[in-house]
Structure formats: C-alpha cells, structure tokens
C-alpha cells in the first residue's frame, strides 16, 4: 500500500463529511474487517470501463448512469435490484436504437449508501442528534440508539453490495438482460403512460429486426448479454481507504469496491483528502462541477486527477440546475477543450434542482430536469463537443417523488408513494420518458 497514503494520512487532513464515531477502536476494527474481504469487483472491469468512457469522450458512445440517492440495506432484495436494472436497460434500449449509439450503462448502486449533509446536526421538537449520513453510517429514526454512528454499518455496506452485485451479474447474463426480452420488460408497467405505449412500439422494431438478424444467420452474443458496471460517490474514507488493493496484475492500485467512484461537489478540494486518494487509484474516477467552478479549477482538477491526460480516467460530471447551465457551462468546455484536456463530459440534472414543496416534501420538476439537459446538449453542440452522457436518481418503482412528466404528478401527490430517504428520484416512467427525449437531443447531436 505503499504507493497510496495511509488511512492515518488522510485523517489527519481533516476530511469532510466524515461521521463522528464514539469508539474508534470500534472503527478500527470494522476496517480491518473489510481489509481481509475480497474485492467487489476486478481490476480488469475496471480497465474495460474506462476503455468504454474513453469512447464516449471521443464522441462514440454515451454514458447512462442512474439509481437511487441513497441505497438502504432494506431495499437490496431481488425484486427492487431487478427492478432498477430493468427501467436502465429500457433506457438503453431507447437510446441505442433511436439514436445509433452505443450506451455505456453504469449503474449508481452496490455501493452509494452513504450521503454529505449540509448539517452535522439534526433538531425536531427541542432534541437535538446526528444528522442521518445514508445506512453507511447510521439509522433514519429519530432515536439516539439509531442515529449513532455505527462502524459495523460499513461492513454491512460491503455484505449489501456483494449481494446487489450478485444479483446484477446473475440479471445480465442469465437470460434477463437478452433483447429478445424487451417485451417482457414492459409487462408489469403502467398501461396508460403514453411513454409505455411508444416503447411497446419501439420493442415491436426492435423484435422484427432481431428476426430478421435470426433468419439470415446472426445470433452475436451481444444480444443476449450486457455489460453493466456499478459506481458510487467515494464520500467514507474508511471504507473507500480499506477497499484499495494492489492489483497483481500491473502492482498498481485499484479501488475494488466499485467500477468507478466519483468525488461530490462538498468533498472536491483540491488539497482534500477525498482528491488525494482517489488521485492515486487507477480506476475510471468522477467529479461533480458546481456553479462556482472555475475554468482554471476544472483544468487542476484534471492535472492532479488525470495527469497523464489518458482518455477514459476522468469523467467531469456537470450539475449546474436548469437556470445556470447555458450561462456556466461554456466556459469549462471552451477551456479544458482548448488546453487538449481528456475527459467526458456528463450532465447531473438532478442535484442542481431541487426544492422544497408546499407540502413539505423535498422534490424535483421533471420540467426542470430536461431544461438541464437540454441545455447541456446545446451548449456542447455550439462549441462542437460531445455531450457525452447522463448521470441520474432514478428508481425502478412507480414512486411519487419528482413533480411533472407524463403523469401529471403534482405537489399534493407526492405524499402518494414517497419513499426516497433522502433526495427524490424520478419514477419508472419519468424515467423512461426521459431517455426518448435525450434520444431525441442525441439524434440532433
């Protein structure tokens, strides 16, 4: 481990967003744990990854990232893991064969169960306790005993992975993820949504020329499998520190707890602790860019995370909100593409938009999520850049969470099915009707 700072290193330059734990020998010891666990995933799908972004920075394929806010253990069962796959592989299916282009799927889950806070501190009716960080590290009650931090929560992190990660790789090739399913894919959706409808037309297309491809002989495997790769927010240094291994293959560092990991716009500083490992990992790694990124800070952040400038390591994921995106983004673009910078550029129109409902509820407009998007699809096609993919919060289930989109949800039924813990995701068919629409943008593109 020579080749990474030590966990002692990086704490002692105060990261944060860390949890406050009561018995560090507690913590010690849930690390050492994890320390003797094998990896989550292999240093060689980590390569293919990034020979994939490498592609879509190139302009020849487009990232699909998307899946819940916040992962809870209750929620890694068969059924809602295969329910997330499913709506991304419907998405995929849109974009490829409406748009021509290959989609890179990178699934946010077996890994994104811990969240920064704006507060350290939660306070309801005079008591005051830990604000809830994601099943990383503490409960959602508002009790004392759940909103403790727990060091055992991470490895219960790792045991909740392997298993989400079972099942995906159990999905995509053993028969879930073959196109010859796209209809079966639909059964269970919701019937009136005109979304389901033109998507039930598109896998008709779809069927028809598989059969043609049957009956003059081709059958490539591809049509039977996908690759599908997972990544999470790099936020718990603890956990992210003790899922770093040296590969036997190259003796280089790996981080084996997912695909590609990102670093979030509270945790990007230059000089942090977050930036200073993942620096040193060879994984494909993101960054999220805020409104108050610079031109110059976007091009140190490529020089301290990718300074070879080898295309697939960095991904620059731009989160804006709707109303600044065509005013801040050119800028970045312009620059980092003019100093021959490597990166793909991939839009977040979720983070930048949120909002508070008259009901209470935390929400998104759907309307709002598109009009990033699509702004972000206009700012790259003036400047003669690639677009490069979408990074969303999204959930397999017909939730109530985001207001707008073809069914109509309005402030007073978010209450309906509101289930996130944290941020509101879009729905099933928000979602769905959101990949035809960017589908649209990328046949203009």
Known sequence: MSTIPSLEQLRAMQPVQQPTYPDSAAVDAAVAKLRLSPPLVFAGECDDLKAKIAAVSRGEAFLLAGGDCAETFAGVTADNVRNKLRVLLQMSVVLTYAASVPVVKLGRLAGQYAKPRSSDTETRDGITLPAYRGDAVNGIDFTPESRTPDPQRLVDVYNASAATLNLVRAFVTGGYADLRQVHTWNNDFVRESPYAQRYELLAGEIERALTFMKAIGADPDEFHRVDFHSSHEALLLDYEHAMTRIDSRTDLPYNVSAHMVWIGERTRQLDGAHVELLSRIQNPIGIKLGPTTTPDDALAYAARLNP??????????????????????????????????????????????????????????????????????????????????????????????????????????????????????????????????????????
């Open 308 to 445: 070879g400038n080898k295309p697939g390591r960095l991904t620059f994921i731009t989160r804006f909100g709707a109303g600044k995106i065509r005013e801040g983004l050119p800028a970045l673009v312009e620059k980092v593409t003019a100093e021959g910078v490597q990166v793909a550029w991939v839009c977040d129109p979720m983070h930048g938009n949120t909002f508070e409902a008259s009901s209470g509820y935390k929400t998104r407009r759907f309307d709002d999520v598109i009009e990033e998007v699509q702004g972000f699809f206009d700012v790259h096609r003036s400047l003669g850049t690639w677009p490069g993919g979408v990074h969303v919060e999204l959930t397999g289930d017909d939730v109530t969470e985001c207001v707008g989109g073809g069914e109509e949800i309005n402030e007073a039924g978010l209450a309906n099915r509101y289930e996130s813990v944290c941020d509101p995701r879009l729905n099933r068919v928000q979602s769905l009707e959101l990949s035809f629409l960017v589908a649209e943008m990328l046949r203009k593109a």
